[in-house]
């Protein structure tokens, strides 16, 4: 006596065509969720960028608001460098190694030159910086700032002017 057996499950084809299916699937969900994580990742840096940015404007305007303008008080004027005198002590910024450096330190008015100097970063991956004093006369009345900032391929341009306070 022969004994029948009864197929029952998934042949060969329909096992192959229910993979290619699924897996064209799960690479389009892939290729979603790659989308997603990159454009996160280009706002994140871009928001980094404009903080970083902002975190710049806020620290050195509030040093140029308060900065004489008396032109004999600033020491140091050119585009990558300025630094002033207030009473015994200096206040200034350097772009220098693609960073905005804060200087600070003392004075000494006898030997007219600056001791305990310390430098403080406050921007990093700067592309470009420049300091235009704007006189008016002999007095600086305010000056435009321009920077650069580059972090992976996000870059953004920045220009402020600031007016001194005692102009």
């Not at 329909?14 to 699937?25: D, M, P």
């Not at 960028?49 to 806020?58: E, H, K, P, R, W």
């Not at 008396?70 to 009473?87: C, E, G, H, M, V």
């Not at 921007?123 to 420049?130: G, K, N, S, Y």
Request: net charge positive.
């Amino acid at each position: 006596m022969k004994v029948k057996m009864k197929r029952s499950g998934f042949s060969l084809i329909e096992f192959l065509v229910y993979l290619t299916v699924s897996s064209t699937i799960c690479l389009l969900l892939c290729n979603w969720v790659v989308g997603a994580l990159h454009t996160n990742a280009l706002i994140s840096q871009k928001n980094s960028v404009q903080l970083s940015i902002l975190t710049a404007l806020d620290c050195y305007a509030r040093d140029i608001m308060c900065a004489p303008s008396i032109d004999s008080a600033w020491l140091k004027t050119d585009p990558n460098y300025i630094l002033w005198r207030q009473s015994d002590r200096v206040i200034g910024y350097q772009f220098d190694k693609q960073q905005i450096m804060r200087v600070a330190g003392r004075y000494n008015v006898v030997t007219h030159s600056v001791y305990k100097k310390t430098r403080s970063r406050i921007a990093a991956q700067v592309t470009d910086c420049q300091f235009n004093l704007k006189k008016e006369g002999n007095v600086i009345a305010g000056i435009e700032v321009n920077f650069s900032l580059q972090k992976g391929s996000v870059s953004n341009a920045c220009k402020q002017y600031i007016a001194l306070r005692n102009h």
